[in-house]
């Protein structure tokens, strides 16, 4: 799973991360970052994207625009 937001906002601290890299540094386990990524989404602040790739499809989640508002508010 990669995390990306548009490289045009203020937003793009993010960049592209994978779901490990952000389980490892944050030290969740894969459930609770699953749960907070997915609170993100019902909350309106990311969407998921499927892609399809050489190496097959993989899911991202992209920052809205309201997420990026929020982002920029903290």
Do not use: W, Y
């Not at 389980?23 to 309106?44: H, P, V, W």
Request: charged fraction near 30%.
């Amino acid at each position: 799973t990669l995390i990306t937001t548009p490289m045009t906002r203020k937003a793009n601290a993010f960049h592209k991360a994978k779901f490990e890299e952000i389980q490892k540094r944050a030290n969740l386990s894969t459930g609770n970052l699953d749960t907070i990524l997915q609170d993100l989404e019902k909350r309106g602040l990311m969407r998921p994207v499927e892609k399809s790739g050489p190496f097959g499809k993989s899911i991202q989640l992209r920052i809205t625009e309201k997420g990026a508002a929020e982002f920029r508010r903290l």
